[in-house]
């Protein structure tokens, strides 16, 4: 029995695509991981799940296909309005349950608060879901406001936030920022991690991700142990 997991961010281009690239290139094939992005939005360019199979240089079976997918850049609600699509907040939470047990990075489209459709917000589907959350942050000005609001919506909402972790370029204020929303957020920081400096090939980058990446095993040992931390 496995242990799926949310990869919430504290909005957009925040960094839960990096995040899920080192993961996978540091734990995919050690533990059975898989890649799961059920929404995706701006699919007529390279998405998400073909960026970090990329990234990685994973086989496909440690990716499973997203359950919609839209061309338009967008949030979920509009983007299938444009592609003339419907999205069934139920269809996308029964295939969620169905993977719960298995060990699966879902990582969601967008900040907690997007709409899949006009009256159903995502982190309503977070809640539903009973998935544990990891929340994605950057290590830059204006983290802490927005990841202690991203936080205190999903704790005030009873949902298990395993913890944080930053991501982004290398910052003087990164550690600050890791104290005070450790201290005010009430979730554990597991980790921080920089951007590379130069781009990577996929040997270079499963290198800097098993070198950088969950250096003190925060993430998977609270994956393998979530109860001490819910």
């Given at each position: 029995?496995?242990?799926?997991?949310?990869?919430?961010?504290?909005?957009?281009?925040?960094?839960?695509?990096?995040?899920?690239?080192?993961?996978?290139?540091?734990?995919?094939?050690?533990y059975g991981f898989r890649y799961w992005k059920p929404i995706q939005t701006g699919a007529a360019s390279s998405g998400d799940t073909e960026f970090v199979q990329k990234t990685t240089n994973l086989p496909d079976s440690h990716f499973l296909k997203p359950v919609y997918e839209f061309l338009t850049p967008a949030s979920p609600h509009y983007a299938s309005k444009q592609d003339g699509k419907i999205l069934d907040p139920k269809l996308l939470l029964g295939a969620l349950?169905?993977?719960?047990?298995?060990?699966?990075?879902?990582?969601?489209?967008?900040?907690?608060?997007?709409?899949?459709?006009?009256?159903?917000?995502?982190?309503?589907?977070?809640?539903e879901s009973n998935l544990p959350v990891i929340v994605i942050g950057s290590t830059e000005l204006g983290t802490i406001n927005h990841t202690l609001l991203t936080l205190d919506a999903l704790t005030s909402r009873f949902v298990a936030v395993l913890?944080?972790?930053?991501?982004?370029?290398?910052?003087?204020?990164?550690?600050?920022?890791?104290?005070i929303i450790q201290k005010l957020g009430g979730a554990p920081c597991l980790g921080i991690s920089n951007f590379p400096k130069q781009k990577l090939s996929p040997v270079e980058f499963i290198s800097y991700a098993n070198e950088h990446f969950d250096t003190n095993r925060n993430v998977m040992d609270t994956l393998l142990n979530p109860d001490d931390e819910i």
């Open positions: 029995m496995g242990q799926a997991f949310y990869v919430a961010g504290t909005g957009t281009d925040i960094g839960k695509t990096f995040f899920s690239c080192l993961f996978m290139a540091k734990y995919a094939e050690s349950a169905k993977e719960r047990k298995t060990n699966t990075l879902i990582e969601g489209a967008g900040g907690v608060f997007v709409p899949w459709t006009e009256d159903y917000l995502a982190i309503r589907g977070i809640g913890g944080f972790y930053l991501v982004g370029p290398e910052s003087p204020l990164q550690d600050d920022n890791t104290e």
